[in-house]
């Protein structure tokens, strides 16, 4: 299979307003649209698909499981660093930028992936005037969402300064540099503020839990620099004078200071220009590996002499390179964002992590020569993310993969939730999945060898302490999720490489995990305890519930349709699902349920409920996504959903079309992809396919694809319904 892909779509979107947006709509809907307009200057090249993304979807509500966890930063497709204007000291369960918030207390250079992970290595940039203020709770200046512009590669927003005028904070960003633009009207002594250190909350149920990283500062006038662990700021501004910050004191005239990780000298330093400087460039190196790397990241990326125009002109021309491979006809402007903010959302993460081809490794605490990404959150994103981004990014997938290898060889074992280091989070060895579906789409340039005999680990050595030791997202014992799927996995990759006996061994054991936790007496999975007996049916689930674990066999969906008495009953079991308000979409266990009544031979009921599941949990305000996104899972469910397919099992496909007309461009390939739906902006449901000309009666597509659509429930992939 053919596996670079570069899209051109031409859709109809189908399905109406969502039931989220804000009761004031039409007037939220011309403020909120504003919010990302660009201004003139930093429109350039040209891109509809790009002017249609809203990086604040996602970003609103005030629970970390309210909205999706978005930040809405500011840098190229997989960044190492995203800048970002700092609402809030983020830590696991708090971004730094929330829309509810109403001040801003400075520009920070973010590494934190997802809303339930923590942040490492962060600086922040904050412009003020008059009094120096280095603490958060007493920097942060008032703003208006109505005088904000973000875009993915160009941030704008006015600050009222706290003494009295107003600064204009302008942002744009590199994968590892920074570009932040100050204009100051009105005010008194301008100054730039850098916090080096902070305390660091450790977990999310006491932010009082804290610890105290070491670290450094330093100023040298003369580079008109300021540095410190691991970051580089330049000015083009000479500096009128300057100092460190320890705890809120400031010291004027100190040039260097260092925090040795104790709580008593958390760290900052600023410089103070002329009263009559007016505009403030400032460009910030970032680096896992060390000050003078920050400083070459910063001389390679946007040397001296680059204006802001050109870098957010770079990095817009990177997204619009991406973005305008899509192209959509009609649709809502609603829909048109929602759309195209999902594709943006899914090709942030996993984030670069090397630099000048070295990396910094947290499992070894050293420096290696090769590319390597993080903020890898493979429970969710092996399902569909990882697949779309074999489509739309392979070019990303053999050094994704490799770097897979490289945490494996320092670290012992594939990441399961790699955050610089590994985060143990969540259950399974789902980058075993990753792997074999890469290698299965025909990705090459990693090292195969190392690949199998990192997923043989997987499949073969438990973890150590694995009987005894119990976490508090996930139950002991319990090896159902855990292994199945990624046993599945390891055959298929097993027996790419010809190993036969292995891989009859893993598909045979993946195979009866389902049989051995299917409870005959209830018709749900059941963990069971260590002694072989039943645990209990709200005992074992890992973000999930019986319902959702009784659907999860991805791999064997003929067999699970067996095992639950047959296609008429599976079938009703579904019903039951949804009908009872038993699917929860806002977690990745219930995605590909709503595609398996397509396999079971009821696919026009399949078809309602996606439509229903992208209406309730989809929108273009900043409450657009529901649950948690998950590093680009809730987008990339949407994204195939659109456009008509979802791998239920990664290595396979199952297609629903929303829209009239989709053409693929496929580089690696000698013709599109063309996808004809006549209709189906108003009719739902699928009448007929066809495969390059050939009548198909299953639903099972891998590449040109035409439906036929109707506005009635059909019987083509719905005989037991029927």
């Given at each position: 299979?053919?596996?670079?892909?570069?899209?051109?779509?031409?859709?109809?979107?189908?399905?109406a307003?969502?039931?989220?947006?804000?009761?004031?709509?039409?007037?939220f809907?011309?403020?909120?649209?504003?919010?990302?307009?660009?201004?003139?200057?930093?429109?350039?090249?040209?891109?509809w698909?790009?002017d249609?993304?809203?990086?604040l979807?996602?970003?609103?509500?005030?629970s970390?499981?309210?909205?999706?966890?978005?930040?809405p930063?500011?840098?190229?497709?997989?960044?190492?660093?995203?800048?970002?204007?700092?609402?809030?000291?983020?830590y696991?369960?708090?971004?730094?930028?929330?829309y509810?918030?109403?001040?801003?207390?400075?520009?920070?250079g973010?590494?934190?992936?997802?809303?339930?992970?923590?942040?490492?290595?962060?600086?922040?940039?904050?412009?003020?005037?008059?009094?120096?203020?280095?603490l958060?709770?007493?920097?942060?200046?008032?703003?208006?969402?109505?005088?904000?512009?973000?875009?993915?590669?160009?941030?704008?927003?006015?600050?009222n300064?706290?003494?009295?005028?107003?600064?204009?904070?302008?942002?744009s960003?590199?994968?590892?540099?920074g570009?932040?633009?100050?204009?100051?009207?009105?005010?008194?002594?301008?100054y730039?503020?850098?916090?080096?250190?902070?305390?660091?909350?450790?977990?999310?149920s006491n932010p009082?839990?804290?610890?105290?990283?070491?670290?450094?500062?330093?100023?040298?006038p003369a580079?008109?620099e300021?540095?410190?662990?691991?970051?580089?700021?330049?000015?083009?501004?000479?500096?009128?004078s300057?100092?460190?910050?320890?705890?809120?004191?400031?010291?004027?005239?100190?040039?260097a200071?260092?925090?040795?990780g104790?709580g008593?000298?958390?760290l900052g330093?600023?410089v103070?220009?002329r009263?009559?400087?007016r505009?403030?460039?400032?460009?910030?190196?970032?680096?896992?590996?060390s000050?003078e790397?920050?400083?070459?990241?910063?001389?390679?990326?946007?040397?001296?002499g680059t204006?802001?125009?050109?870098?957010?002109?770079?990095t817009?021309?990177?997204?619009?390179?991406k973005?305008?491979?899509?192209?959509?006809?009609?649709?809502s402007?609603?829909?048109?964002?929602?759309?195209?903010?999902?594709?943006?959302?899914?090709?942030?993460?996993?984030?670069?992590?090397?630099e000048?081809?070295l990396?910094?490794?947290?499992?070894?605490?050293?420096?290696?020569?090769?590319?390597?990404?993080?903020g890898?959150?493979?429970?969710?994103?092996?399902?569909a993310?990882?697949?779309?981004?074999?489509?739309?990014?392979?070019?990303?997938?053999?050094?994704?993969?490799?770097?897979?290898?490289?945490?494996?060889?320092?670290g012992?074992?594939?990441?399961m939730?790699?955050?610089?280091?590994?985060?143990?989070?969540?259950?399974?060895?789902?980058?075993?999945?990753?792997?074999a579906?890469?290698?299965?789409?025909?990705?090459?340039?990693?090292?195969?060898?190392?690949?199998?005999?990192?997923?043989?680990k997987?499949?073969t050595?438990?973890?150590a302490?694995?009987?005894?030791t119990?976490?508090?997202?996930?139950?002991?014992?319990?090896?159902?999720?855990v292994?199945?799927?990624?046993?599945y996995?390891?055959?298929?990759?097993?027996h790419?490489?010809?190993?036969?006996?292995?891989?009859?061994?893993?598909?045979?054991?993946?195979?009866?995990?389902?049989?051995?936790?299917?409870?005959?007496?209830?018709?749900?999975?059941?963990?069971?305890?260590?002694?072989?007996?039943w645990?209990?049916a709200?005992?074992?689930?890992?973000?999930?519930?019986?319902?959702?674990?009784?659907f999860?066999?991805?791999?064997?969906?003929?067999?699970?349709?067996?095992?639950?008495?047959?296609?008429?009953?599976?079938?009703?079991s579904?019903d039951?699902?949804?009908?009872?308000?038993?699917?929860?979409?806002?977690?990745?266990?219930?995605?590909?349920?709503?595609?398996l009544y397509a396999?079971?031979?009821?696919?026009?009921?399949?078809?309602?409920h996606?439509?229903?599941?992208?209406?309730?949990?989809y929108?273009n305000s900043?409450?657009?996504?529901?649950?948690?996104?998950?590093?680009?899972?809730?987008?990339a469910w949407?994204i195939?959903?659109a456009?008509?397919?979802?791998?239920?099992?990664?290595?396979?496909?199952?297609?629903?079309?929303?829209?009239?007309?989709?053409?693929?461009n496929l580089?690696?390939?000698?013709?599109?992809?063309?996808?004809?739906?006549p209709?189906?902006?108003?009719?739902?449901?699928v009448k007929?396919?066809?495969?390059?000309?050939?009548?198909?009666?299953?639903?099972?597509?891998?590449?040109?694809?035409?439906f036929?659509?109707s506005?009635?429930?059909?019987?083509?992939?719905?005989?037991?319904?029927?």
């Open positions: 299979m053919d596996h670079g892909f570069a899209f051109v779509f031409k859709v109809h979107m189908i399905y307003r969502q039931n989220l947006l804000f009761s004031s709509l039409c007037l809907i011309l403020l909120f649209r504003a919010a990302y307009s660009p201004p003139v200057g930093f429109n350039d090249p040209k891109s698909a790009v249609l993304v809203n990086p979807i996602g970003n609103g509500g005030d970390p499981n309210g909205s999706g966890g978005m930040v930063s500011t840098a190229p497709p997989f960044a190492m660093t995203r800048w970002v204007a700092q609402t809030r000291e983020n696991v369960s708090v971004t730094p930028y929330n509810t918030d109403t001040t801003i207390h400075g520009f920070q973010t590494h934190q992936p997802a809303i339930w992970m923590g942040e490492s290595g962060q600086v922040v940039v904050v412009p003020g005037a008059g009094t120096i203020q280095s958060f709770k007493r920097r942060g200046m008032r703003f208006s969402h109505g005088e904000e512009v973000t875009t993915p590669s160009y941030y704008r927003v006015h600050l300064a706290i003494e009295g005028g107003s600064i204009l904070a302008e942002q960003a590199t994968s590892r540099v570009y932040l633009r100050f204009t100051f009207s009105d005010t008194q002594t301008p730039v503020f850098l916090e080096a250190t902070r305390a660091s909350v450790i977990g999310s009082h839990n804290v610890t105290y990283p070491s670290g450094s500062i330093a100023i040298d580079a008109c300021i540095s410190g662990g691991y970051f580089v700021a330049r000015f083009d501004a000479p500096f009128v300057f100092g460190t910050t320890r705890n809120g004191t400031v010291r004027a005239g100190e040039r200071a260092r925090d040795h104790d008593e000298g958390l330093g600023y103070i220009f009263p009559e400087t505009t403030v460039n400032v460009r910030i190196g970032v680096s896992f590996i000050v790397q920050a400083r070459r990241n910063l001389d390679s990326e946007i040397p001296d204006r802001l125009e050109q870098t957010a002109k770079k817009r021309t990177e997204w619009a390179e973005l305008d491979r899509v192209r959509v006809d009609g649709g402007q609603e829909q048109l964002e929602t759309f195209y903010t999902a594709i943006f959302h899914t090709l942030q993460y996993p984030y670069e992590q090397d000048d081809g990396y910094f490794s947290g499992y070894d605490n050293k420096v290696h020569k090769g590319s390597s990404y993080t890898y959150s493979v429970w969710d994103t092996f399902r993310v990882w697949g779309w981004q074999i489509f739309f990014a392979p070019e990303r997938i053999p050094a994704m993969v490799q770097s897979m290898l490289q945490d494996y060889k320092e012992g074992w594939l990441p939730w790699k955050n610089v280091v590994e985060t143990n989070i969540m259950v399974g060895t789902h980058a075993d999945s990753l792997i579906e890469a290698a299965l789409k025909g990705i090459v340039g990693f090292d195969v060898d190392l690949a199998y005999e990192a997923v043989l997987d499949g050595v438990p973890p302490n694995d009987n005894t119990e976490y508090s997202d996930r139950q002991e014992n319990v090896g159902y999720e292994r199945a799927d990624d046993d996995a390891i055959s298929v990759l097993a790419l490489l010809g190993k036969i006996e292995d891989s009859d061994f893993f598909r045979n054991r993946s195979m009866h995990a389902h049989t051995a936790l299917f409870n005959n007496a209830t018709g749900f999975m059941e963990a069971r305890n260590a002694s072989g007996a645990a209990g709200d005992h074992g689930w890992t973000e999930g519930d019986k319902w959702a674990y009784s999860d066999v991805a791999h064997a969906i003929d067999e699970l349709i067996a095992l639950r008495g047959g296609k008429a009953k599976f079938v009703h579904l039951e699902h949804f009908n009872g308000g038993h699917n929860d979409h806002t977690n990745e266990p219930s995605h590909h349920i709503p595609y396999l079971a031979g009821a696919a026009s009921r399949g078809q309602m996606i439509r229903e599941i992208a209406k309730m949990n929108n900043v409450n657009g996504l529901s649950g948690n996104e998950d590093c680009g899972q809730m987008s949407y195939y959903s456009l008509g397919f979802y791998p239920v099992n990664p290595v396979a496909g199952v297609y629903v079309p929303f829209f009239d007309r989709i053409t693929i580089p690696a390939a000698n013709r599109p992809l063309h996808v004809i739906a209709g189906a902006n108003i009719k739902p449901y007929s396919m066809r495969i390059d000309g050939k009548e198909v009666y299953e639903p099972i597509i891998r590449h040109s694809q035409i036929e659509m506005e009635t429930p059909q019987p083509w992939a719905s005989s037991i319904i029927f």
